[in-house]
């Protein structure tokens, strides 16, 4: 009885530590689609930041005094501008997984009419 219940725990203890490290070594992905890719000034522009991550922490961060609106899943942030009053917009996209944290950046152009 008591050696089963320390197989099992160990089991159990083996089976975490294989699902840390897989989930570690499988290859954390983070991408930003933004549609479309340039925008004119006041025109306006979504940007969605997604992960392979199953339960990530996401945090997409703007420019201050940059207006949009979030949709989120629980693998993704969509966010919507609808009226673009900056010439620099570089949103960046950190995402949390387990213990892994990755970041990405977007360049988007900004054009005048
Ligand atoms: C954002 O991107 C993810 C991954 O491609 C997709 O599953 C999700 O539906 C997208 N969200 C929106 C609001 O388009
Ligand atoms: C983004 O734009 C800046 C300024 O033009 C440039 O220095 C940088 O290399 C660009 N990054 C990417 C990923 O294109």
Known sequence: MDSRLTSLAECIWLFKLLFIVTATV???????????????FGGSIEMNCSTTCPKPTINM???????FIRTKGSTWYKDYFPSVQQWDLTPACSVMCISELKEKTAN?????K
């Not at 499988?26 to 004119?40: C, H, K, M, W, Y």
């Not at 961060?61 to 207006?67: L, T």
């Open 26 to 40: 499988t290859g954390l992905e983070v991408s930003i689609d933004v549609n479309p890719t340039a925008v004119e």
């Open 108 to 112: 988007v152009t900004v054009y005048s």
């Open 61 to 67: 961060e703007h420019k201050a005094g940059v207006n």
